[in-house]
């Protein structure tokens, strides 16, 4: 059975840090972009950020850019996602996702690529 199962989500004061985690299982993503993707209340899910299958290429969204950063460890089947200076509209349930497609040249921010899911963290940022 494969998982994605995230963890590391939590309540912040505005300013500060977080570092979530999500774990695979039942099967290895080395070879598939992984994404994270976050979900406020009342909104559509929206692209985080993503990283190639090899991690040598990363995007994020216009809004996390500069203070967020995905990486990720193969060898744990493993990606992270190290957020800084956080803001209350960061406040969401956070989800990461791995693309259906191996070995892709560009990585996509359409979550309809990502077949995968896990079941989300909430990250609460207080002002």
């Known amino acids: 059975q494969v998982q994605l199962v995230e963890s590391g989500g939590g309540l912040v004061q505005a300013g500060g840090s977080l570092r979530l985690s999500c774990a695979a299982s039942?099967?290895?993503?080395?070879?598939?972009?992984m994404g994270w993707f976050r979900q406020a209340p009342g909104k559509e899910r929206e692209f985080v950020a993503v990283i190639s299958w090899s991690g040598g290429s990363t995007y994020y969204a216009d809004s996390v850019k500069g203070r967020f950063t995905i990486s990720r460890d193969n060898a744990k089947n493993t990606v992270y996602l190290q957020m800084n200076s956080l803001k209350p509209e960061d406040t969401a349930v956070y989800y990461c996702?791995?693309?259906?497609?191996?070995?892709?040249?560009?990585?996509?921010?359409?979550?309809?690529?990502?077949?995968?899911w896990g079941q989300g963290t909430q990250v609460t940022v207080s002002s």
């Open positions: 039942g099967r290895t993503f080395a070879s598939n972009d």
């Open positions: 996702a791995a693309d259906r497609t191996p070995l892709k040249l560009v990585p996509t921010t359409r979550l309809y690529d990502y077949d995968y």
